[in-house]
């Protein structure tokens, strides 16, 4: 059984279905609004957790009703929450998100995400050292990103950096990742580069090997075994709310790295198929027996 560390977010989503995305001043009536569990982190977690790893995460919540129940949550997939803080000052972070058309818009409110230190990462030495790989987000304040990098190359243990929202990084930083998991916007992003630059292009200048994410096309790879862009096709399937699709594909990605990159971006492809069959973050998110069923057919 892997075992996965993730360090980010944990929030609530906030989700309303509507026909169209509204315009500019313009209201729009909605057929639907829920909430559910969410955050890049905990959404990589919950998808690590159901394909079969052990996993601990490390984030902060507020001691509110929707911390109490993130908590509850995360805790009910099998996930360990030693490190996850609970904070008086401060309420749990929270996402709205509009859902139209098959895709997604979403705000993001960080506040107990942005009280992450390194001081937590480094209380989290003894998981992080024994772990089989280490997620993380940009979520976070960037200082326990970087406390996250450090800590598992130091460990000699492999980092998946997904670099996402996007934001300039220290090519430094970079250097430290096992592993970068961006889309086309968030590589050109974070190496100050052109959006319309071919993102096989992009992905060459990367000074460390990239999993790029494409949607539906599928995902794109690149390591010293395969020093040109490896393509990994899409799974042709009914989409229903791409929300959590690129967690559910880096949650999977950490779970079967250990089996070989072109594996482990293939069986991540599947996973990240199946999550947007249903709606939110974390409901579609897969068993491993799901995942093996879609690849047998």
């Known amino acids: 059984m892997p075992r996965i560390v993730v360090v980010g977010s944990i929030n609530m989503d906030l989700v309303t279905l509507a026909p169209r995305f509204p315009g500019p001043g313009e209201t729009v009536l909605g057929s639907r609004f829920f909430t559910t569990h969410g955050g890049k982190g905990a959404n990589q977690a919950v998808a690590a957790a159901r394909l079969g790893a052990e996993v601990s995460m490390v984030g902060a919540l507020g001691r509110d009703a929707f911390g109490d129940q993130l908590h509850a949550g995360l805790a009910q997939e099998g996930v360990d929450l030693a490190h996850v803080a609970r904070l008086d000052d401060v309420g749990s972070g929270s996402a709205s998100i509009t859902v139209a058309e098959g895709?997604?818009?979403?705000?993001?409110?960080?506040?107990?995400?942005?009280?992450?230190?390194?001081?937590?990462?480094?209380?989290?030495?003894?998981?992080?050292?024994?772990?089989?790989?280490?997620?993380?987000?940009?979520?976070?304040?960037?200082?326990?990103?970087?406390?996250?990098?450090?800590?598992?190359?130091?460990?000699?243990?492999?980092?998946?950096?997904?670099?996402?929202?996007?934001?300039?990084?220290?090519?430094?930083?970079?250097?430290?990742?096992?592993?970068?998991?961006?889309?086309?916007?968030?590589?050109?992003?974070?190496?100050?580069?052109?959006?319309?630059?071919?993102?096989?292009?992009?992905?060459?200048?990367?000074?460390?090997?990239?999993?790029?994410?494409?949607?539906?096309?599928?995902?794109?790879?690149?390591?010293?075994?395969?020093?040109?862009?490896?393509?990994?096709?899409?799974?042709?399937?009914?989409?229903?709310?791409?929300?959590?699709?690129?967690?559910?594909?880096?949650?999977?990605?950490?779970?079967?790295?250990?089996?070989?990159?072109?594996?482990?971006?293939r069986k991540a492809s599947a996973a990240a198929a199946l999550s947007v069959t249903k709606l939110g973050a974390q409901g579609g998110m897969p068993s491993a027996r799901e995942v093996e069923a879609l690849l047998a057919r």
């Open 103 to 265: 895709d997604n818009q979403i705000i993001v409110v960080p506040a107990a995400n942005a009280r992450v230190t390194p001081a937590q990462v480094e209380a989290a030495h003894p998981a992080i050292a024994c772990a089989d790989a280490v997620l993380v987000q940009l979520e976070i304040p960037l200082d326990a990103v970087e406390a996250t990098l450090r800590l598992a190359r130091r460990e000699n243990v492999p980092v998946i950096l997904n670099p996402a929202p996007a934001q300039k990084l220290p090519a430094e930083w970079l250097q430290l990742a096992s592993l970068l998991t961006p889309n086309q916007h968030e590589l050109a992003t974070m190496l100050g580069d052109d959006a319309n630059t071919d993102f096989r292009e992009l992905m060459r200048r990367a000074p460390c090997p990239v999993v790029l994410t494409r949607g539906g096309e599928g995902a794109w790879y690149r390591d010293d075994a395969h020093p040109e862009p490896a393509h990994q096709p899409g799974f042709a399937v009914d989409v229903v709310d791409t929300t959590g699709a690129g967690d559910t594909f880096n949650g999977a990605l950490a779970v079967f790295l250990h089996e070989g990159l072109p594996q482990a971006v």
